[in-house]
Structures are given as C-alpha cells and as structure tokens.
C-alpha cells in the first residue's frame, strides 16, 4: 500500500517540480484562468446581467476548471514524457497505470483547488461573491473531479496509443462537454428538445445542474448524478486498460530503441 | 549460477505498411547470472523486440521471457522492479535539476533512503557538479552517466544496456564502459546492445548475433570466432619464404604457399601442428623473422554469420547452418 502511495506520489512530485522551473505552465495557473474569468465576467457585467447570472457563470468557471485540469494534467503528464523522450523509463518502472492516472489526476486536481482559491479571492473583491452553500459547492466539484478523471482516463488511453495527438483531443473534448452541458446557460432553454434526453444523462449536464442549484438556476439529480459518474468511471477506466493492452501488442507504448 | 534471463520461444510480428513484418522468430536465450551478455545485429534485426519484451512494454505473440525467473509478461510490474534499462536514444524529462530528476525515478521505484542513495550513484557516475542543473542541459555524455545513475537508483538485478555508447565521443565513452566493468564486479547481469564490436568484444563474456528475428549465432568471442575458422593460418616472415614453404609442405596437415619473397602463409588444421613446424624450421638455412597466428577479428566473425542466412547456399554450395557457423 505504501509503495502505491509512493508511485502515486512521484506523479505530484514531477507535476510540482515541473510547475515551479517552467514559466509556461506557471502561467497555466496564475494568468490564463483569471483571464478567462475576467473575459466572462466583464462581458457579463458589461451586458448589465442580474447578479443571479454573473454567479452562475463563477461558479460554472469553477467546475469547469475543475474538469480542465484533471484532464489536461493526465494527459499532459504523460506527453510530456513522451516530448521529452522518457516516456519508456516511466512505462518500464514498476508504476501501474491506475497509479499514473490517480498520481496525475491529483495534480490536477490540486491545481484546480488553487485556482479555484484565486477565484474565489478575486471575485470577491471585485463583485462580493460568496459561496452561499459550502457543502452543494463542495459536492459539485467532487463530481467535477470525478467526471475530469474520467475524461483523463479515456483522453490517457488514447495516449497510449497514439500518443500527442491525444493533446489535442485532451484540449477538445472538454471543450465539447461543457459546451453540451451548459456551464453558462440553461440546455433546456438553448438546444432542441430531440437533442435533451441525452444531454439531461451527460454527469457534467447534472453536475453544472448542482451548481446552478445554488442560486436557484436548476433543479439538482444527485443520485443520477452519483450513478452516472460512477458508470462514466468505470468505462473509461476499461477503455484505458483496452488501450493500454492494444498499445503493448501493437509495439506502440513506448519505444527504447 | 542460475539463469538471469530466460527467453523461450519469443515470436513477435507488426502490421507494417500492410505486410506482415517477423520482429521475432521463436527466440530462445538464457543469459547466465553475473555477465555481461551482448545483443549484436543489424538495424531492424529484433534488438530493440526482444529488450521491449524483457522490459514489459511489449507484448510477445507466442513464448515467454522471464527475468530472475519473474514472467515479463504476466507479472510485468514485479520484473520491473527488478530490472532497470539504460538507453542511448532515450532523452531525459525536461524541466527537472538532476537531482530532482533522480528523485522522481527514487519515487517510482520505492527506493529507501532515497537521498543517500541519490548521492551515491551521482558520485559513482561523477556527476557531483552537475546536480543542480537541469537534466536537458547535461552534454551527451553528461545525460548517458545520469542514465546509468537513474538506473543503479533501483539497484537492479539486470541491467538492460542499449548502445549506451552510441554518440558520445571517444572520452565519454572510455567512462561508460569503465562504469560498466565496475558494474560486472558488482555481480549485476547486463544485456548489452550496441552496433560496436570493439566495445562488445572488450565487455561481454559471451554474445549472441541476431538478424531477421532470430539467433544466428550464442558463444564467447573465441567460440564465434572458432566456427569461422575451419583451417588456422600463420604467417612467417623471413629471409627465403620458397624454402620455407618446402620444408613445411612435407609436414601431414600442413599446407604452405609463398605469398612474396619474404613472407610464406601456412594453413594448419590445428595448432597442435606447431611443435612439426616449429621444428622444422629450426632445420632450414632461411633466417625466420617473425611468425604470428593470424586469427579473424569478432567484426569478420560478425559479418560473416550475419550474412550468412541459414537456407542460403554458400559460394561453395554450403548453407551457413551446414558450415556449422549458425545455430
């Protein structure tokens, strides 16, 4: 179990490291999300928005950095290796891929914490937001970090095997669910009524759902929400492991020569 | 002394471009505990299949391989834990002070006493002044010795060895295979690829030839070397080699020619010959200059079974299995 832990551990231990020597993901964390945030919300305040709106969309930004940085940071982790051609020394290591996963999702994870932090601090300086229910806003973002992880997993998968191109996709598809679940909008209101029943069963739709909650925007399905971000990890933690294994067979992990 | 590694059977084939390629081709090895084991043959000969295999990143079609005596396959993360792997064409992750770097692979290994350990395998690779600089920024041969060090961080069993001389200049890679002999000393077992016979022949107690996916050859320098040589040959500098070549074609299992007037070759069958030879020229009125045994070089023995493909009919109408000189 400790040795787990450790493997585990040397994934925070790269991601910090990395993090403090390289300005390019320092900026990953300090500028761009307070640029994202300011961009919506001067929008927002600029279109003279009702308060409601403007705390829909900070506490939609937050769930979505959420997700953002959980995948990205599965992914990212492991290209990295794969840029800086080590990527056979991580794969020959006793680390499994669970370990990988959970080791990089932390990271992840962390990051989001300490922009969410930044946030926080930011707007409510500037528009004197307070969470209004801690323990809803606490959930939500555990489901965010669990619908992250799972994206990671499959985002880590496709990695596997065809390696950066996975990075791509890693920056893609988060965009595509948030899109689809409506971070700073209502489905109900934007897409067509074919379209809903699948969006309605997306976590991230249901999660997006529990924040919106907060301020009165949405009516929250916890149970469904827990059951299909269950089921979302656990097919995407199949998924990883079919890649993983298709990867090794087709010679395509790794290459030491 | 057991076996280290055991290889029975290993098959591997690609999709490539459409066709089918054969990577491997029922691969059989056993590398004994404690030497140093050389891997020679071609680009796209199998190499870099078989040391993927062992090292749990590559699935084989058919067979199995196991490091001290862990399936590579099935029980892949406890035969990492006790094997480690050196590349030549593996880089270093970026972003990360030597030091940190070696802490990372400490981390992934559940190396105890970590920072000690850290310590120890920098000043065994003499990179004490490079520790805080970052790994992406050592010189060629600088990042070969921090490889070594972050593979003696886990203190293995087995250590993969692939060209890990390859691009350094003629320094650095004096210190790499002095670090290496220090390491045989150790008792580590070590499977060596690289493409130069000289480093082979002066590292690996035994080696095996390798070419389209199968052994061709497994032996010692001198047991390779032996197969190739079906008549030894001498050759005798001295004043009149006509007279020379006389008196030794009278000897049974001795066939002598003049090659110029100062220089006479005799092929023998064995050396066992010598004591005749020697005492007929203790006979002859020629003054004998010089005589030396002339032996093939590991890079003729290498050429010559590489090229050799079992099936292929020789000049003289033999395969190279025939000839003896595959297995």
């Known amino acids: 179990m400790m040795d787990s832990l450790t493997r585990i551990y040397s994934q925070v231990y790269k991601s910090f490291h990395t993090l403090r020597r390289n300005t390019f993901r320092l900026a990953d964390v300090l500028i761009w999300p307070l640029i994202f945030l300011f961009t919506l919300t001067f929008f927002a305040t600029y279109l003279g928005s009702d308060a409601v709106y403007l705390q829909m969309i900070i506490l ?159 009516v929250p399905d916890i149970p469904l929400l827990a059951m299909l971000s269950l089921l979302w990890v656990l097919l995407a933690y199949l998924f990883n492991g079919y890649m993983y294994e298709k990867a090794r067979r087709a010679g395509k992990l790794a290459r030491l020569g | 002394m057991g076996d280290a590694i055991v290889i029975r059977g290993i098959s591997k084939t690609y999709r490539s471009g459409g066709e089918t390629v054969n990577a491997l081709d029922s691969v059989s090895l056993a590398i004994r505990e404690g030497e140093i084991f050389g891997l020679l043959g071609p680009n796209g000969a199998g190499k870099t299949s078989l040391i993927s295999i062992l090292a749990g990143i590559l699935a084989p079609d058919a067979g199995y391989a196991e490091v001290v005596g862990l399936n590579c396959s099935k029980e892949a993360k406890k035969a990492q834990e006790v094997l480690n792997v050196v590349s030549g064409f593996t880089g270093v992750i970026y972003s990360l002070s030597v030091e940190e770097a070696l802490m990372y692979y400490a981390l ?98 035994r080696m095996a030839f390798i070419n389209h996916g199968k052994i061709l050859a497994t032996g010692t320098v001198d ?20 007279e020379v070549v006389e008196r030794l074609s009278k000897i049974k299992g001795v066939n002598a020619t003049v ?30 200059y010089n005589l030396s045994a002339l032996e093939p070089t590991l890079e003729e023995t290498y050429l010559r079974i590489i090229n050799n493909k079992a099936g292929k009919r020789g000049a003289r109408g033999a395969t190279g299995k025939e000839e003896g000189l595959i297995e």
């Open chain 1, 60 to 218: 939609g930004m937050m769930g979505w950095r959420m997700i953002y940085f959980l995948n990205l940071e599965m992914v990212s982790s492991f290209v990295d290796e794969y840029w800086s051609k080590s990527l056979a020394h991580l794969l020959i290591s006793p680390i499994s891929r669970f370990e990988l996963a959970v080791g990089s999702a932390i990271s992840g994870f962390l990051k989001a914490v300490f922009v969410i932090c930044i946030y926080l601090v930011a707007t409510h300086v500037l528009y004197g937001f307070n969470v209004s229910d801690w323990p809803t806003f606490v959930l939500a973002l555990s489901f965010f970090a669990v619908i992250g992880f799972s994206m990671g997993l499959v985002t880590l998968g496709i990695g596997y095997y065809w390696k950066e191109e996975s990075f791509n996709l890693g920056f893609i598809w988060p965009d595509v669910i948030v899109l689809l679940s409506g971070v700073y909008f209502s489905v109900d209101a934007v897409y067509p009524a074919w379209v809903l029943p699948a969006i309605n069963l997306l976590p991230s739709t249901l999660a997006f759902n529990l924040l919106k909650s907060m301020v009165g925007l949405a």
């Open chain 2, 259 to 288: 090659k110029s007037g100062r220089l006479a070759l005799v092929s023998v069958d064995s050396y066992a010959r010598m004591k005749d030879i020697m005492a007929a020229l203790a006979g002859v009125k020629s003054e004998i």
């Open chain 2, 108 to 205: 992934l290994y559940n190396v105890r006493d970590a920072k000690k350990k850290i310590a120890s395998v920098i000043k065994l690779v003499r990179l004490e002044n490079a520790r805080h600089l970052e790994a992406d920024d050592l010189s060629s041969g600088m990042k070969q010795r921090y490889q070594i060090a972050k593979a003696l961080l886990s203190d293995p069993c087995v250590l993969i060895l692939d060209e890990p001389t390859v691009g350094l200049d003629v320094e650095s890679a004096i210190t790499i295979r002095d670090i290496v002999k220090r390491l045989r000393k150790e008792g580590r077992t070590i499977l060596l690829t690289t493409h130069n016979l000289f480093e082979a022949e002066e590292l690996c107690d």
């Open chain 2, 223 to 242: 047991e390779l070397k032996e197969r190739l040589v079906r008549k030894r040959t001498i050759e005798i500098n001295c004043s009149d080699s006509q």
